[in-house]
């Protein structure tokens, strides 16, 4: 069997193979909970149209010998050898039954790699993505000062995304079916020369904070992780700050990154305590503005009524 022949065999039914099914889907992406460590929350997605996976808790992702050579703890020969003898299980492995050890070195997704940005404009020209940022309750004025429209292709497929750029180049890429990144993948530090610094997991975090203090903004610099394996990475930046302000996930990826944090001797100040019965920023902006909308219709039924209307 050749490497492209390896390649047409289904991530998801290589999945199901082994009795590993998704906790939910929603369109092309597949979520499961992770194959290669131990989680509660599903953070490992297969995207079914892209043949490709990526584990956020890991930073790991790429095409089905990415994923096989991880799973077998193999090289790409011998994977070869076992798809090709119809060896699709994987049960027995031990890195099922415990965390995989992620090296610093491992930082680039594999699987974005192949996206090839061929074009990247301004804001509000493209109504899709504009659609799909206001979903998440940003406002356009926000967004367009930190993202752009990206647009991509894997192979002979062209596709478009909000994009937001890292400091190496690379652009995080979200739309309403899609979230990767282009490589090389990398934090992204915004410094407006202050002495504190708020640290973000994503960039929609990011912009849910600016959205959230939008009449009072806050003085700060900020450090975007874009990957939780990162951490490591931040801290040669983080250490010339007097005050590090974390806004990390309520999971365990965002636990761990505070540990290290904390470990770490920086002066921090977990401000993820101010969200803390939502998984995220977003999750508590989006839950805010709803709660504003009903209390908005609300006053205006009553108002309503008083009129005798």
Known sequence: MTCQQAKEISIV???KSNHVDPEYIRGNDHWYLSPLRQENT???KVNSELNLFYDHGSG???DIIDLGCQLFKCDVKELLSKLEAGSFLFQQQPILKRPLHILDSVTQDADFSLIKITHVQSLENNQAITDYIKSRGITSEIA????QEVYYRIGDKRYFAAGFKNRSGGYELRSQYFKGSSSPK????????????????GFMDFLSLLTLRKEEPIRSDFLVLNSVSFVDRSMGILKDYKNVFLYL???N???KALEKYEAAGLNIINASNTYRRFKDLNEYLLDRQLRQQESK??????????LGL
Do not use: M, W
């Open 297 to 306: 219709q609300d006053r205006t039924f009553k108002k309503a009524r008083g």
């Open 253 to 255: 990826a965002g636990r």
């Open 144 to 147: 367009r000062h930190y993202c």
């Open 249 to 251: 996930d309520h999971d």
């Open 13 to 15: 039914e290589f999945l």
């Open 42 to 44: 599903a953070s490992f």
């Open 186 to 201: 990398d934090i992204t530090h915004i410094e407006n020369g202050n002495r504190s610094v708020c640290v973000l997991e």
């Open 60 to 62: 790991i992702g790429g």
